[in-house]
């Protein structure tokens, strides 16, 4: 396997750790820095720009309480609406699989088994994991074990484990208006119980 040493952290790599040169031709048609250099270097100069008042994506003056210009802010919230239906639409659509609900503001990705939590946890590196689970779910393919749910069906399976449009007859008790409970119902649905997790995010 061809090597070369990287300029920067000065290590021995795999040629396929480099990323390809374009514009200057080198030797190996590759950069002179690794790929995790260049991504460290990258992103000291994108926290640099943040710092004196720059957009971290473009060199435009940021907006307030934000790291981006309005152009960028704009852009990155329709990147991220697009690949959010992107996603809902590999999990069967854009509405919710429990009660049908299709306003998209309402909709999130739910963790099937309820284990975001370990979830999120190999999705560590980034902060945002509300965020990052959409692109996740993308790169790997839409891996089974999630679907589409509104933000009250979600909520009421990790609250209650269970979801009250799923309920008939029989063993268990629904609270009534009149402060009483209804007669049993049972209960089709148990899944999240213990905790609400909205995108992998728990909430509750
Ligand atoms: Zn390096
Ligand atoms: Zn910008
Ligand atoms: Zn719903
Ligand atoms: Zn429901």
Redesign the pocket.
Known sequence: MEKKI?T??Q?N?PLSDYGISRGRTTPTGRKA??R??TNERATELRNARVIIGLCRHCTRPKSKNTILCDTCKTNQKATRTRLKVEVFNAYGGCVCQCCGETTLEFLSIDHINGDGAKHRKSLSKTNNYGQAIYGWLKRNKYPKGFRVLCMNCNFALGKFGYCPHKLKNTEYSRPSLDGGYNPAESVLVTENQGSVFIDGDKVF
């Open positions: 990287c920067i952290c290590k790599k820095a690794c995790k250099c």
